[in-house]
């Protein structure tokens, strides 16, 4: 019998601190006009001091499991899709492990920057497809707040913090995932980047972007990347009904939309509310969409994420709890 895998619940969590971009025009020379027409972004969320990534990751998980009506301890893999891990060890998804009580579960990162979401849904789809497991948990967490140069104008404004989660479960008829593109061009990796400390550097650890070229290859590769992805699913772009795309900039997805010849309303956007939460933007992104009634059962979604790598990935899947 044929094995598939789907998705069968979601959750997310947004720090209840709301940064504005009035907030921001009072810490750097910036405006909220200047932010709002460059990027789409009004505000984003910001962790309290005692938040980070696992604890974000943990919430939204919860939430996940919530729905899909599954008992932690029937969870066999956690993945957490995240660059900013409260620790370099142990992973952040162990920490995640322990705080749901999730005792069973295999648990791992992926460091795929903007684009780890996409690749841990594409390996928890791999292990549970291939019957090695049955409930997968994917997570993308990401906590920029603590990795940006608060006097940095040109990178302080986009960036915000948050989680989202997965369950992908075992199916035997729904088909779930109907292909995925990953890719990277480690060529780029100066781009845009985040020193640490086992690195060769002067012990300052804020994010670095070149934007004009980060923006450049963002608007290319979603256009590719998704054409890739529609064309491996056996699909047109026509076929699509909405594209989930992760949440930098409003301008990277108009410019995608012109290129691909899509309607912008084709694009799911929130990033007005959150800017880009890095690894968290899909999975939010999907959850708001599938709340606000965007998405119904039968219908033919693409993921797509790029960033740091310079990665990028896109997924086809057929929505459906099945
Ligand atoms: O997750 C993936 C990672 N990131 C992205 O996808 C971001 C991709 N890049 C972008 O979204 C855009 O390149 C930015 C929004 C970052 C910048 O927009 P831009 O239209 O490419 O502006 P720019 O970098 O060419 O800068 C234009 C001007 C510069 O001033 P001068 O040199 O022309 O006098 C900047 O110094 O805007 C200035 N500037 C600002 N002014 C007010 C840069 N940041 C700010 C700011 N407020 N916050």
């Known amino acids: 019998m044929a094995r598939y895998a789907r998705v ?30 460059r990027t789409g972004i009004k505000e984003r969320r910001i962790v309290a001091a005692d938040e980070t990534s696992s ?22 893999l956690i993945i957490v899709g995240t660059c900013t891990p409260d620790h370099i060890f142990p992973a952040c998804a162990a920490l995640v492990q322990d705080s749901l009580g999730a005792t069973k579960a295999a648990a791992f990162d992926i ?3 903007c684009s780890g979401f996409i690749y841990a849904l594409a390996t928890a789809y791999q292990f549970v497809a291939a019957g090695t497991y049955e409930n997968a948990l994917v997570v993308g967490s990401d906590v920029y707040s603590r990795i940006l140069d608060w006097e940095d104008r040109n990178t302080c404004v986009l960036f915000g913090d948050g989680a989202g989660a997965v369950v992908v479960q075992a199916s035997g008829s729904h088909p779930g995932s109907l292909s995925f593109v990953l890719g990277n061009d480690g060529s780029g990796a100066s781009t845009i980047y985040t020193p640490g400390p086992c690195g060769v550097n002067d012990g300052r650890y804020y994010l670095t972007m070149k934007g004009p070229e980060t923006f450049k290859f963002a608007v290319n590769i ?40 899509l309607p912008l309303d084709k694009f799911y956007m929130n990033v007005e509310r959150y800017g880009n939460t890095s690894a968290a933007s899909i ?19 693409v993921l797509v994420g790029f960033g740091g790598g310079l990665s990028w990935a896109a997924m086809v899947i057929e929505w459906g709890r099945g």
């Open 8 to 37: 069968v619940g979601w959750g997310k969590y947004l720090p209840d601190k709301v940064l504005t971009n009035q907030e921001l025009e009072q810490l750097v020379d910036t405006t909220d006009d200047w932010i709002f027409s």
């Open 55 to 76: 604890t974000m990751a943990a919430h939204a998980s919860r939430e996940a499991l919530e729905l899909s009506d599954l008992k932690p301890e029937s969870v066999d």
């Open 111 to 113: 460091n795929a920057a």
């Open 222 to 261: 979603v256009c590719e990347a998704t054409r890739q992805a529609v064309a491996a699913a056996n699909l047109e772009l026509s076929d699509i009904d909405l594209i989930i795309p992760h949440q930098a900039n409003t301008r990277i997805l108009k410019s995608a939309a012109k290129m691909l010849d």
């Open 283 to 301: 999975p939010i992104a999907l959850c708001e969409a599938i709340d606000e009634g965007h998405i119904k059962d039968g219908d033919k979604l």
